[in-house]
Structure formats: structure tokens, C-alpha cells
């Protein structure tokens, strides 16, 4: 494998979306979501050392987190987990991640990924980070996977690409964020729009200097930490400085704003897990169309449901259509599937009537 290859493997999120499986303690990326055998992480580490050597996979994560990173990532190494000692977006944590490799390795080029992200076609994803990897080692270019919409969704934003190109890879014209339903209508109907699927590649000097340009108070401050990253006083650095970096996303301080961006249509089905509905279309149905995840159950007149239990567990259900049903230890979550979006609002509920206990 070679050994420039790096990865930067996303891990600090907290899912609320997927509550009450999901929490603040124990988020999704940590849990086995589609009943496969393995958590979303152990998936997406599995797939991305297919090209990158394991040992130059990064965790990056909230401190919080430490322990379940290396309860389910066997064989990894201490300066393999970066931790986060406040939630800060994703900009901070990736311009703090190109630091420590470029010390490493300055020729290092990198693939920036989620950890909670479901790709069944593994084979195709190695092929796209493969011709991105290529394209970052010869161009001074910010690279994106673009997922091919198959429907004018709303909750992800578009990538719209350069028309009348033969290249697989595109210069980008613009990001938008979350559109309308009729903007994300009209963008389909163009055909040079992508949906965003938050995958980055690039060389540590590329995406460096792009912060040198863009956000050069964020550089400034993790530069300063040159002499200690990679060390023992790494992590006290970090401590005292990571809290006073700014909040904001490597999409919005960094890819909007840049003029070398290009993105490569991928090739591989894809589906970011970011709600029970979403899981709901990845995983195998019943003759009612119901979706089950561990758990016996007997379910009569009971159609288009999501339930998910613990797996020994057997449940019951009758009259009951369109309506996600979790059953996890403390709380049993029983909601309509078309107001899923609002579990999250429903959960801070939670919190301000019972406390953080439960979420």
C-alpha cells in the first residue's frame, strides 16, 4: 500500500436523529445500526483500509469517546485517535489533522470520511478514492465525491458541476445549501447537480494552504502547535487551544470559498444513515414492508413500519402503519415515521422534562 495515503475517519458526531438508540454517551457511529455483525465505524475503517494502510487511518473524535474508539477499532495505536476537547464543526478538527500529518509525512494525501456513512459497493469506492488520490497528487486541487441524485431530497446540499466536460473529474461551479423542494426539483432537471456527501480528498499541502487563505486565524492558531504535535505535548496544546477555535464547517470556511475545488460522480450507491427513515430504505423488508433489526417479532395488519429492538426480545405489534417503533432498555419510542425529522426537538424535550440522563 502506499504509504502517502492517509485518512481521516470522522467520528464525533452525536446522531440525535437516531435517539433513543442514539445518545450523547453512545452515538450511532458506535452502534451495529443495520444488524450486520459490525458498528457503522468498524465498517467504514474496514472499507477505507482497503486503501489506505490502516496505520495512517485517523480517528478523530470527542474526548468523550475515547474509550469506545479503541473498545471497537482493534489494533489501533494512541496517535491514531485525535480527540476533540470541545465540539467545534469540522473545519478546526481537519486543518488540526493536516497539521500533525504534514509533519508526518508532507506528501501525504488524505480522504476525509465519515464514520456513519453505508456504502454496500466497496470495491467501486476504492476505485473513486483511487482516482482522487491520483488527481490530488498531480493538480493543487480540493476534491469532493458527488453522489448522483435519484430524487429531489431536501435535506442534503447540491454540488453543481462544470457542463460539456469529458472528464470524470469536474471543476465545481458552486455548493448550495439545503434547497427548497422545487430548487432541488429544478437542479435535477439541470443534470450537473450532485448531492454532497460531506467525502474529501486532497494533499496535506493543498488543503493547508487553503487555510492559510481562507481562514488564516484557525491556521495561525493550530500552526502554532507545529513544534508540539506528534509529541507528549500534543495533547495540552490541544486542551488550551482547541476551545478557542471558531465553529464552523470545512464546507462553508474552506470549499465554498475556494476556486480549485472539483468533484468526481461516484460510482457506488450510498446513504448517509441520518435518520430512521433512512435506515428504514437500506435495510430488507417483510411482505408489508416492514423493516426489523434484531428482535423476533409477530406483526399483524402492520405495514411500513421501522422497529428495532434488543435481539432476544420479542414484540407484538397489530394496527400499526407507517411508524417507527425503538425499543431500548430505559425508552420505548413509538412515532409516526413522517414526523421523524422531528425526534430531535422531541428529544431535547426529553431532556428538559427528565434530564440528560435520557438522551
Excluded at 486565524?217 to 502554532?224: R, W
Excluded at 477555535?245 to 446513504?271: C, H, Q, R
Excluded at 402492520?302 to 394496527?319: C, H, Q, R, W, Y
Excluded at 409516526?336 to 430531535?344: G, L, S, T, V
Aim: glycine share 6%.
Amino acid at each position: 500500500m502506499n504509504k502517502n495515503y492517509y485518512a481521516i475517519l470522522m467520528a464525533g458526531g452525536v446522531g440525535s436523529r437516531f435517539w433513543p438508540v442514539s445518545t450523547s454517551s453512545f452515538p450511532k457511529q458506535f452502534h451495529d445500526m443495520l444488524g450486520t455483525g459490525e458498528t457503522l465505524i468498524q465498517k467504514t475503517f474496514s472499507r477505507l483500509s482497503k486503501i489506505v494502510p490502516a496505520e495512517n487511518i485517523f480517528i478523530l473524535t470527542n474526548e468523550r469517546y475515547n474509550d469506545l474508539v479503541f473498545g471497537q477499532l482493534e489494533g489501533i495505536t494512541r496517535r491514531q485517535v485525535l480527540l476533540e476537547p470541545a465540539m467545534r464543526n469540522t473545519a478546526p478538527c481537519i486543518v488540526y489533522a493536516a497539521l500533525k500529518i504534514q509533519k508526518e509525512n508532507p506528501d501525504a494525501v488524505m480522504v476525509v470520511a465519515p464514520s456513519d456513512h453505508w456504502i454496500e459497493d466497496e470495491q467501486a469506492f476504492t476505485n473513486n478514492i483511487q482516482t482522487a488520490f491520483d488527481t490530488c497528487e498531480n493538480e493543487d486541487v480540493l476534491m469532493t465525491l458527488g453522489i448522483t441524485p435519484s430524487f429531489p431530497n431536501t435535506g442534503y446540499g447540491y454540488i453543481q458541476y462544470e457542463k460539456g466536460v469529458e472528464s470524470e473529474v469536474r471543476r465545481v461551479e458552486q455548493f448550495t445549501e439545503k434547497p427548497d423542494y422545487e430548487t432541488a426539483k429544478s437542479f435535477l432537471e439541470r443534470g450537473n447537480y450532485l448531492w454532497n456527501a460531506g467525502i474529501f480528498i486532497w494533499s496535506v499541502s493543498s488543503i493547508i494552504s487553503a487555510f492559510q487563505k481562507l481562514a488564516p486565524n484557525m491556521f495561525q492558531l493550530f500552526d502554532k502547535g507545529m513544534e508540539s504535535y506528534n509529541t507528549e505535548a500534543e495533547s495540552e496544546f490541544i486542551l488550551e487551544n482547541y476551545p478557542k477555535a471558531e465553529n464552523v464547517s470545512i464546507d462553508y470556511g474552506i470549499m465554498e470559498k475556494s476556486t480549485n475545488v472539483k468533484v468526481l460522480p461516484a460510482t457506488f450507491d450510498w446513504n448517509d444513515l441520518g435518520t430512521w427513515g433512512s435506515l428504514y430504505d437500506k435495510l430488507d423488508k417483510d411482505m408489508a414492508d416492514n423493516a426489523v433489526v434484531n428482535g423476533k417479532t409477530l406483526l399483524l395488519n402492520a405495514e411500513n413500519n421501522m422497529i428495532s429492538t434488543s435481539k432476544d426480545k420479542l414484540m407484538v405489534v397489530d394496527g400499526l402503519n407507517d411508524y417507527i417503533v425503538i425499543d431500548k432498555e430505559e425508552v420505548l419510542l413509538i412515532y409516526p415515521k413522517k414526523k421523524e425529522q422531528d425526534i430531535k426537538k422531541v428529544l431535547q424535550q426529553v431532556k428538559d422534562t427528565f434530564g440528560e440522563h435520557y438522551g
